[in-house]
């Protein structure tokens, strides 16, 4: 990559950084960052996580961090969610690096790395919403590094997909991506389940109220907007079960789509990504940075219109910037990007199997 390419990557960054600082700067509290105070409550009191509070709906370990975070924070003499969000964003940095190296360094890698670190829906995540759920794709993204690596870390690939489940289970249907398979190497069956064994390992010291991590964690779908699947209870007579059913069934229907059809594992995660999107029950603005850092290693017409309507949505929506103009998209709009962009990356995807980007390649 000559010089002047360099500058204005550089350039960039620097200019990505510059916003998500002005965001920080400017940060206040959320519920979700009000939920997270209460968390820290509960823990320095010695309180029970999950009977205490029923809006805490994810594994223990972000709880611990929050402690630690709220630790910094008094020592720093800052809010905590200014210490969440410095947090988010070293988080997304780290992404960056990490997609860098699977993008296989040079100009590709720079280009996909700053499409994630400068993506505005990128910044609405971690810098906005201060959500964590780029912590768990950060995990993710380690462990698509550590399968394409030449050699493959099988060691790796497991304890980075541990971490990703056990700091936010967002991930949960993403380990059987990466078995082995006809043309490349990959984890053993055995394997693709220490994550899940490490994920229920987590709740272990609350065994005792489980009644409660069960309604908090494994109960909790999101809101009920009127998006995706949920609009299926619209329907006279329909089950209440129908939505989640059918959101089952997409996302096993395309686990075992992109696996008969040997997709490599990065395209994989974001096509399934994509499917859990399109399909989910229950819906949170947050999510839709699920698929920002994994499409930013193959951009296209697809992801340029996701994330202009996606960042057009959180400008006009209440839980946003809430903006007074009323011809932005809304909660459909966003649905019918998602849909979009998935017809876009399987007219993409090779007749044939074909290695990934990068590191993969070599």
């Known amino acids: 990559m000559t010089r002047s390419r360099r500058l204005v990557f550089a350039a960039g960054f620097l200019a990505a950084l510059a916003v998500r600082v002005v965001y920080l700067a400017h940060v206040?509290?959320?519920?979700?960052?009000?939920?997270?105070?209460?968390?820290?409550?509960?823990?320095?009191?010695?309180?029970?996580?999950?009977?205490?509070?029923?809006r805490y709906n994810y594994s223990p370990l972000w709880a611990y961090v929050l402690v630690a975070l709220d630790g910094a924070a008094r020592l720093l003499g800052c809010s905590l969610a200014l210490a969440i969000g410095g947090f988010l964003t070293a988080a997304d940095a780290a992404t960056a690096a990490l997609l860098h190296r699977l993008a296989g360094g040079g100009r590709r890698g720079a280009a996909a790395a700053l499409l994630f670190f400068a993506?505005?829906?990128?910044?609405?995540?971690?810098?906005?919403?201060?959500?964590?759920?780029?912590?768990?794709?950060?995990?993710?993204?380690?462990?698509?590094?550590?399968?394409?690596?030449?050699?493959?870390?099988?060691?790796?690939?497991v304890v980075a997909l541990s971490a990703s489940l056990?700091?936010?289970?967002?991930?949960?249907?993403?380990?059987?991506?990466?078995?082995?398979?006809?043309?490349?190497?990959?984890?053993?069956?055995?394997?693709?389940l220490i994550p899940y064994a490490a994920f229920a390992?987590?709740?272990?010291?609350?065994?005792?109220?489980?009644?409660?991590?069960?309604?908090?964690?494994?109960?909790?779908?999101?809101?009920?907007?009127?998006?995706?699947?949920?609009m299926l209870r619209k329907i006279p007579g329909a089950p209440d079960w129908?939505?989640?059913?059918?959101?089952l069934a997409a996302v096993a229907a395309a686990i075992v789509f992109l696996i008969r059809r040997d997709v490599e594992p990065a395209r994989a995660c974001l096509l399934l990504f994509l499917v859990m999107?399109?399909?989910?029950?229950?819906?949170?603005?947050?999510?839709?940075?699920?698929?920002?850092?994994?499409?930013?290693?193959?951009?296209?017409?697809g992801y340029?219109?996701?994330?202009?309507?996606?960042?057009?949505f959180f400008l006009g929506s209440p839980d946003g910037l809430n903006l007074p103009l009323t011809h932005l998209p809304g909660w459909?709009?966003?649905?019918?990007?998602?849909?979009?962009?998935?017809?876009?990356?399987?007219?993409?995807?090779?007749?044939?199997p074909a290695v990934s980007p990068g590191i993969m390649a070599a």
């Open 28 to 54: 206040s509290t959320n519920p979700d960052v009000a939920v997270f105070a209460d968390v820290v409550a509960i823990l320095r009191r010695g309180g029970d996580l999950y009977v205490e509070t029923n």
């Open 119 to 157: 993506n505005p829906v990128s910044v609405f995540g971690s810098c906005f919403h201060l959500q964590f759920d780029d912590v768990a794709i950060l995990f993710l993204v380690l462990a698509l590094v550590s399968a394409a690596a030449v050699p493959a870390s099988r060691a790796r690939t």
């Open 166 to 192: 056990v700091v936010k289970h967002v991930t949960v249907f993403f380990p059987p991506l990466f078995l082995e398979r006809r043309s490349r190497r990959g984890l053993r069956p055995v394997e693709v």
């Open 201 to 230: 390992a987590v709740f272990l010291p609350y065994a005792r109220t489980w009644a409660a991590v069960r309604r908090n964690v494994f109960g909790y779908r999101g809101l009920a907007e009127d998006y995706g699947t949920a």
């Open 242 to 247: 129908l939505p989640m059913a059918v959101f």
């Open 277 to 301: 999107l399109l399909t989910i029950p229950g819906i949170v603005e947050y999510y839709f940075v699920w698929p920002i850092a994994l499409g930013a290693l193959f951009g296209g017409a």
């Open 304 to 312: 340029a219109v996701y994330t202009l309507t996606v960042s057009a």
């Open 332 to 352: 459909h709009g966003v649905w019918w990007s998602v849909l979009l962009w998935l017809a876009w990356e399987l007219r993409r995807l090779p007749a044939r």
